[in-house]
């Protein structure tokens, strides 16, 4: 089974800041299996970045993800009022077939 | 556009059962792969099952095998998950999502339905 880490738990930034959100796998994953998704308070989830890399439709291009084989990197690079949220990494691979990370916050300085 | 409802949450005591919907609009249902997915109040997100765009194929998570059974009904454009021998850690909010298989991606998901399972 693979196991997603993400790091930090909790990132505190103010708008305008870069956020730089990690995501560590247990063993390798496949590049094309590995995507990133947004939740605010009360609402689903939103896909940001499939692929590691390739932006989902609509998704501003301040997001961008990037990293192989372990190690996998989201980047935000100018925070936005409504980009305060949870970020949560997944991938597919052998059983259980869909893993998601425990998720990354960010939030408010 | 796309839309994915959910229905069928509620409060089910423990060992009981629920049968959760979700109707699908605005894409070709029988077209592609389905998932829920759940997330504990407070918690993170948690793979549940998937299914084929057919149907025949079909996977669930450990936690859930043997206890919950997904389906689909293309003629109807409708997902299903049927619950049974639900306990305490089930309770979360339930959500239905389109998958993109070329990829393993959920690019589409429901505003969830809530399952709470308390005597």
């Known amino acids: 089974e693979i196991v997603l880490t993400q790091s930090p738990g909790t990132l505190s930034l103010s708008p305008g800041e870069r956020a730089t959100l990690s995501c560590r796998a247990s063993q390798s994953v496949s590049s094309s299996y590995l995507a990133w998704y947004q939740q605010k308070p009360g609402q689903a989830p939103r896909l940001l970045i499939y692929?590691?890399?390739s932006r989902a439709t609509g998704i501003p291009d301040r997001f961008s993800g990037s990293g192989s084989g372990t190690d996998f990197t989201l980047t935000i690079s100018r925070l936005e009022p409504e980009d305060f949220a949870v970020y949560y990494c997944?991938?597919?691979?052998?059983?259980?077939?869909?893993?998601f990370g425990p998720g990354t916050k960010v939030d408010i300085k | 556009q796309v839309q994915l409802v959910e229905s069928g949450g509620g409060l089910v005591k423990p060992g009981g059962s629920l049968r959760l919907s979700c109707a699908a609009s605005?894409?070709?249902?029988?077209?592609?792969?389905m998932s829920w997915i759940r997330q504990a109040p407070g918690k993170g997100l948690e793979w549940v099952s998937y299914i084929s765009s057919s149907g025949s194929t079909i996977y669930y998570a450990d936690s859930v095998k043997g206890r919950f059974t997904i389906s689909r009904d293309n003629a109807k454009n409708s997902l299903y998950l049927q619950m049974n021998s639900l306990r305490a850690e089930d309770t979360a909010v339930y959500y239905c999502?389109?998958?993109?298989?070329?990829?393993?991606?959920?690019?589409?998901w429901g505003q969830g339905t809530l399952v709470t399972v308390s005597s």
């Open positions: 605005g894409f070709t249902f029988s077209d592609y792969y």
């Open positions: 999502a389109r998958v993109q298989w070329l990829v393993r991606i959920f690019d589409y």
């Open positions: 997944q991938q597919y691979g052998s059983s259980p077939q869909f893993t």
């Open positions: 692929g590691a890399s």
